[in-house]
Every structure is written in C-alpha cells, then in structure tokens.
C-alpha cells in the first residue's frame, strides 16, 4: 500500500511538468485579471477535534480540467475524543475529474474524485487496555465542490467505498468511518465527508 501511495506521488509530480509551474491569468467578471493558481495547500477544517491534524496538497493540472491530491495526517496530534491514546499515521491520494464550467479557474469546481486511503495507528483496547493495532485500507469515491476566491480556497465532499484490513473497535478511522449507524454494521462500508480550507499559490 505504501508504494501505491509514493507511485502516485511521483505520478502526480511528473504530470505537472515544469511548464506549468507558473499561475496563468484569468479575466473576472469586470474585465480585471486574476492569478489562475495551479497549487494549493489545505488543512482538514476540525480535524483536530476528531484526534489527528490533517493537512494535504493538491496540483492542477489545467490541460486535463483534473487535479492530483496527496494528504498525510498525523494520528495523536488532536484531541483524543475516544480517550484510547491513538498514535499513528493516514495517508490518502485522490484524483480529482472537474466537471465543465469553472470560469478558468482550475482548482475550482464541482468534481467527481475516486481516492486511495490508508490508516495505521495503535491504541489503548476499551476490552483489556492493550495496545491494539487499527490497519485498514479504503477505495473511495467522492463528489464535491471546491470553491476559490482569490488566494482562499474551500472544498466540500461527500463519499463512500470499500475497506478491508483490521478495524478498529470505534469504526473511526482518522480519514473515513466503518458504517454503524441505524442499528447495524458493516466492517468493509467506509463513508468519508469532510471540509478543508487553504490557499492558493
């Protein structure tokens, strides 16, 4: 999984090419330019509520109307809520698929994005109080809106797939949820839903 998650790092890297690397510029509504940023750099809005702090990259590529999106985060540097003393680490790549009609701004727009997700961490078992291994993986598919305005950025998502590997016992997985909702579960249902904020450059 780790060599998926550096494979599509240098993907990502190779695609955007040098030639790219300078913002473009836009008219606005008023005739007025505006930079087109190809780059962005966001932290997930509240995740150091949920345990961990979550912070990513994502690199237009304005040709394809597509964009790559690398996120680590790291597992103990938020508050605990489940109190079980979680370390460790996730790490997920998502590839955005911009729909039509976002004004030439190239990290704006609504999109459709299939995402990679792996999470690893410890934690302290509400059974016996070992230290107990979560190591899950997740394909996910998400749709979302990620809105510009001058250098700040904001993008919505909402989405699910499948995951396999060791769950945890709070179903929560420091980037997306095992279904236990309405009476039942399922261990290989993931959901993912989350707000970043950024900016552009």
């Not at 990502?12 to 007025?32: E, I, K, Q």
């Not at 994502?58 to 605990?80: K, T």
């Not at 299939?114 to 394909?139: I, Q, V, W």
């Not at 995951?163 to 997985?173: K, L, R």
Request: hydrophobic share 35%.
């Amino acid at each position: 999984m780790k060599r998926i998650f550096l494979l599509s790092f240098l993907v990502v890297f190779c695609l955007s090419g040098p030639s790219s690397a300078l913002a473009s510029r836009v008219p606005d509504a008023r005739g007025a330019e505006n930079r087109d940023y190809l780059n962005s750099v966001k932290i997930t809005f509240l995740s150091w509520l949920s345990g961990s702090t979550k912070i990513s990259y994502e690199r237009a590529f304005p040709s394809l109307h597509q964009s790559g999106e690398l996120c680590g985060s790291l597992i103990s540097a938020g508050y605990d809520k489940y109190h079980n003393d979680p370390m460790g680490f996730t790490m997920r790549y998502g590839h955005k698929f911009f729909l039509p009609d976002h004004d030439g701004v190239s990290l704006m727009g609504l999109y459709l994005r299939p995402e990679l997700m792996y999470s690893h961490y410890y934690y302290n078992s509400s059974k016996d109080g070992s230290r107990t291994l979560s190591n899950m993986g997740a394909l996910l598919g998400t749709i979302g809106y990620q809105y510009v305005y001058r250098r700040f950025l904001a993008d919505f998502w909402v989405g699910g797939g499948y995951a396999a590997g060791t769950p945890s016992e709070t179903n929560y997985h420091h980037g997306f949820e095992l279904w236990h909702w309405f009476g039942s579960e399922n261990k290989h249902l993931a959901m993912s839903f989350s707000i970043r904020l950024g900016l552009c450059f």
